[in-house]
């Protein structure tokens, strides 16, 4: 029995949802406005939502200045690199781990998880001082290597969860037909697998984006990406609201829009499957 | 069914993984152990012999320990209150029937994905700014005097950033458990004429409680360790320095890095406190 709803709640509720997802969303509604504001305009008293005139005169002198492309270059090839990375690495074991269970699969996959719980604050100093004995302070590489590891136990476990959904007795119809492990795994499992790899992928994407603690600590000038960018704002010189929300805009652009797709990854990635 | 044969194709698919996360953890804690026992300062005179647990005792009686503690915990308590309490109901609105429900949801969880410096900058400038903020248009509006939030509310001015940080997360899990109510033990009990705060308290709150209590693990977890919030906004003065901040400080600025070291090894362990708690639900859950 459905529960009868009246137009009146429905509205109501619909009213009071819009009211309070608007509130939540301002903070980047009004950036992305501001952004296309005057330096003058964007501290005009009072404010002005949209009766200005916009320009985009602040995209130009962000990326002049600052040279946007090359942090925006540095922040794709760090978070796509680790993510790739983690993958390559993370499907076998999650693979083994799903269809070749043994007593341990569940300690290991309980210990890996652990080391994601390790406070990075708590291993800065000599994680500073290999980059800088391996001469990787600074570079793309260094990092690549340091934000797969800090997100290799999410992608197992994304991958895990995944692969324990694909239902065994088609693994072993395929045995049964003479599929060699090889043939097993490129031909049935990699087609089931490919939605889980894909979801594991653009959440690992966004986390190593948005990722700022080794982002800020390791880099300087060369590898660094759109939060090292960011941060450079936080000491301003003059007017800069428009500029800096020009610059915010541009760097949580492409994440706000992959973002939307993982909404329902988040959870599953996020809880280590403890919530579905 | 599994062979011995791919038992070992197994463990070798695994190797890789299980050896570079080995590594990652023993390798570094290995060190910061080291550096603890150390007086150790690289731009003034480097290693300068084992002081045994000298550097644990000064890091705990110095000025600054007590404060940092008093700033963790205030920081990660307000954010888990604000986020769990304002989560739920959220959650819950989000769960009625209405139109365009999609949309309000990418709305409220957008915050989630902006990048933890934008955030904090565009906070910090455009709304929390005594002169130009738009909290300071508000204030004058109605006749007050605008605060200088990040000064003399500094502490209040990073609970809000973070916690419009986290609360899209908190909402998402726990609307993801609402969801999963059975909705005709709902209608039972309103048909049995069960007013909707008993509802609330003896259906729906039960049914979250599994949820809140990952929310809580997780968010403590991510919390005890923010660090780019406070860094781009206050750089830790004004009462805001966390025991991160605090062992950053003592590590890269100022370059003691025995003492910054035993607080490393303090903020594991405080870390792996509350992890055991949440790997015991997780572990139920895999057993499940």
Redesign the interface.
């Known amino acids: 029995m459905a529960r009868a709803v009246t137009t009146r709640r429905k509205s109501l509720n619909t009213v009071l949802a819009w009211a309070v997802g608007l509130l939540i969303f301002f903070p980047i509604l009004w950036t992305i406005l501001t952004s296309f504001k005057t330096e003058a305009q964007a501290i005009a008293s009072p404010p002005l939502f949209l009766n200005f005139n916009w320009t985009l005169e602040n995209y130009a002198i962000v990326q002049e200045r600052s040279d946007y492309m090359r942090f925006l270059w540095n922040s794709v090839i760090i978070a796509g690199g680790s993510t790739i990375l983690g993958v390559i690495i993370a499907v076998p074991a999650a693979w083994a781990m799903a269809f070749v269970p043994s007593k341990r699969t569940k300690d290991i996959l309980l210990w890996m998880l652990s080391t994601k719980m390790l406070p990075a604050v708590g291993v800065l100093y000599p994680i500073y001082l290999l980059f800088i004995r391996l001469g990787l302070l600074d570079t793309r590489g260094g990092l690549v290597v340091v934000l797969m590891l800090i997100n290799l136990p999410i992608i197992v476990w994304m991958l895990y969860t995944y692969f324990r959904e694909i239902p065994g007795e088609i693994l072993e119809a395929a045995r049964m037909d003479g599929a060699s492990l090889k043939e097993e795994i490129l031909y049935v499992l990699t087609p089931m697998a490919v939605p889980g790899i894909a979801s594991t992928v653009l959440l690992n994407f966004i986390l190593a984006w948005n990722e700022a603690f080794w982002t800020l600590n390791l880099t300087a000038v060369d590898a660094a990406p759109l939060t090292a960018f960011i941060a450079s704002y936080s000491s301003p010189e003059g007017l800069f609201f428009a500029k800096l929300s020009a610059a915010s805009t541009m760097a949580i652009a492409p994440i706000l829009i992959l973002g939307w797709f993982s909404q329902k990854q988040l959870v599953r990635g996020l809880t280590f499957g403890a919530v579905k | 069914?599994?062979t011995q044969h791919?038992?070992s194709?197994?463990?070798l698919?695994?190797a890789?993984?299980?050896v570079?996360?080995l590594g990652?953890?023993l390798?570094?804690?290995t060190?910061?152990l080291y550096?603890s026992f150390k007086k150790y300062l690289p731009l003034r005179g480097g290693d300068l012999g084992w002081v045994g647990f000298d550097n644990y005792v000064r890091f705990v009686s110095s000025s600054s320990f007590w404060p940092a503690v008093q700033a963790t915990l205030v920081i990660v308590g307000g954010v888990l209150v604000i986020t769990v309490i304002l989560g739920v109901l959220?959650a819950m609105?989000?769960d009625?029937?209405?139109?365009?429900?999609g949309?309000?949801?990418?709305?409220?969880?957008?915050?989630?994905?902006?990048?933890?410096?934008?955030?904090a900058?565009?906070?910090?400038?455009?709304?929390m700014d005594p002169v130009?903020g738009?909290l300071a248009?508000l204030w004058r509006?109605f006749g007050a005097e605008p605060i200088s939030w990040l000064s003399e509310a500094s502490m209040t001015s990073i609970i809000i950033i973070v916690s419009?940080q986290w609360?899209?997360?908190a909402t998402?899990?726990l609307l993801?458990?609402i969801q999963?109510l059975d909705?005709e033990q709902l209608?039972a009990a309103e048909m049995d004429g069960a007013p909707p705060l008993k509802r609330f308290y003896h259906i729906i709150l039960p049914h979250l409680s599994?949820?809140i209590t990952?929310v809580i693990l997780?968010q403590t977890?991510f919390l005890?360790?923010i660090?780019?919030e406070i860094?781009?906004?206050t750089g830790g003065a004004f009462g805001t320095r966390t025991l991160?901040y605090l062992?950053?400080q003592r590590?890269?600025e100022s370059q003691n890095?025995g003492l910054?070291?035993a607080g490393?090894?303090y903020?594991?362990i405080?870390?792996?406190i509350?992890?055991i708690f949440?790997?015991r639900?997780?572990?139920k859950?895999?057993?499940a």
């Open positions: 069914m599994a791919s038992r194709v197994a463990r698919m695994m890789p993984a299980v570079l996360l990652w953890m390798v570094p804690l060190m910061t550096f959220l609105l989000l009625q029937p209405m139109w365009g429900q949309v309000v949801r990418i709305l409220v969880i957008a915050p989630f994905f902006v990048m933890p410096t934008v955030s900058l565009v906070w910090k400038n455009m709304f130009n738009l248009h509006f419009w609360l899209p997360f998402l899990i993801t458990a999963s909705s209608e599994r949820a990952i997780i977890i005890l360790s660090f780019a860094f781009v906004t991160t062992i950053f590590v890269l890095v910054g070291s490393g090894v903020a594991i405080l870390a792996n509350v992890a949440l790997m639900i997780v572990g859950n895999l057993d």
